[in-house]
């Protein structure tokens, strides 16, 4: 499945006629990036580029430290986590192989999981709970202002071909990162205001970074760079060859990596394989060096059926996720106790709809991209809660989604721990109350009452509802809306797009009225969201790309996600963050509808198993997976 303030990305979730899910990363200044969840974006994770060649200085004069963060990764970070047994090759699906081995190159889905087994992170977000925790960083600090990030790294790690890992590794990383020719997906993380971070090595054990400015969650983009081993990868970089380096036809023993796997094997078009790391660096409890299976196989099926099949059959160990259709199909296998389907919940997928609010001229017909009487409907904020009103969540949930998720009325859901706000407008369904607005509107009906809406004009109400062609799930949601707003009195044609047509006309032409589709977040941080969020923001669906803001809310939008991204006080966050939510929710730009529940099915075997909300929902913890006897 395959985003710097406002440019990590995010996926616009869809699915092929086959039910295969695509990933589509749109364009934010018109170049692909990655998640910053560090190894999300479900849905839909520039133009600037950054450089460590300038030093920050001795640090004699730094600023004073705001806290440090100093964690040992130990087994107490786990808990309740059981002790494992050796062995085992665990086997998963996917539906297409990676693109390459170079992790500074992923863009997709597929290939990241592949890396995130292999490679590893200065700083990672714990998938469970959502958090910052160091990983090859054994403690970090943060000055007062903010700007100044001061990295210890954690002695003794070893990449898995012997070679020491130093703050040469972590310095090298970062000049590669952010070198302009790379042109990585990870660059425009570490990128502010056109501003570049740059990065000192202090001792072999110590690096500091220096932000050009404050960003309240600057912990969490590290979770977006995965560190290279210097000693593999400068040749090639200084060849200029960095971007064919690490290829699909590399021979594994020069891919050393400091993560828990290892590349044993890619057989194009069939499988990958991952082999144990005896030189990880963490360990259980007990003191057993970890990770416990000794193989990971990614075998490569791009038909969804197949995975199916696959692993109703044994011959996979892991589903993920389960799409509601198929759970009925795994209920006998459950029952029997040979494997374990688990539901999380309200997931970060968020199915919305909107309105298409564009107020440009399209340069090729010189006529608005929305038809003006249309766009004066759905600018007046009284129609759009009225279309809220009148769409009957409980019956999205329980015929689309056989009750596997949540009615939505936030930007939000559930599923986000720490940002969601529960506390704002709900629009239960109510036919009568969505009447009465669009009469307080000035809307009106025609000969027969409730049957026919007209505009204050008396032309007929109507709009074309597009989503993308062959989500069956989708166009069910569709119908449901068809036939809700007909009872108000409303037309609505239904158009299904294939994926890339539609992404034409919601990021390139604005040639649309409506559109249903989800999103999914590549992190639970509000600053995740500011390129949906801020006027200006490319992902602005509703009208994206504002010179200025087109409203007095949106203007207070930006104000808030602008402040809350240069606090350091959470709880002061958490209150901007909150208002954005109800302005939201009052505005509707967005129509929030439901949160579909993300669930996974595994083996009963599989010890460890801990699914998240954030990707990759299951192995992410694949160093603490095991096989129980």
Known sequence: MPCAPGKWRHRLHMSRANGQRESHCLRFSGRRQRLPYRAFLICI???SFLTIANPIGTGRNQPPLRFIQATSLSASSF????????????????SAGPQTFNPLLAYDQQTLTVSDCMMGHLIRINRRTQQAEPELARSWRISEDGQILTFNLRPGVKFSDGHPFTADDVVFTFQVLTAPEIDSPVSDLFTFSGKKVTAEKIDDYTVRFAFPSVHAAVERLFDAAPILPKHALEQSYRAGKFQQAWN?????????TPGPFKLKAYIPGQRTILTRNANYWKADATGNRLP????????????KNTRLLKFQKGQTDLLSPVSVEDLHSLSELENNGKIKAVSLGPSLIREILWFNLNERINPNTQKPVVDPAKLHWFKEVKFRQAISHAIDRDAIVRLVFFGKASPLWAFTSSGNKVWFNPHIKQYPYDLDQAKRLLLHAGFRYGAEPGKSLLDPEGNPVEFTLCTNAGNVLRQKMSAIIQEDLARIGIKVGLSFLESKALLAKINASYDYEACLLAIVSGDTDPTSEKNFLLSNGANHWWYPKQLTPAT???????????????????NERKRLFDEVQVTLSEQLPFIFLVSRHLIVAAKSRIGNLEPAHLPDFVLWNCDRLYFKP
Do not use: H
């Open 552 to 570: 007095p809310w949106e203007a207070r939008i930006d104000e808030l996600m602008n402040r809350q991204a240069i606090s350091l006080d959470l």
């Open 292 to 303: 416990y299976l000794n193989e990971i196989v990614f075998d490569i099926d791009p038909d």
């Open 45 to 47: 994770a520039a133009t």
């Open 248 to 256: 699909l036809g590399t021979p594994p023993e020069e891919i050393p």
């Open 79 to 94: 808990p309740s986590d059981e002790i494992g047994i050796y062995g085992g090759s665990l086997v998963t699906s996917q």
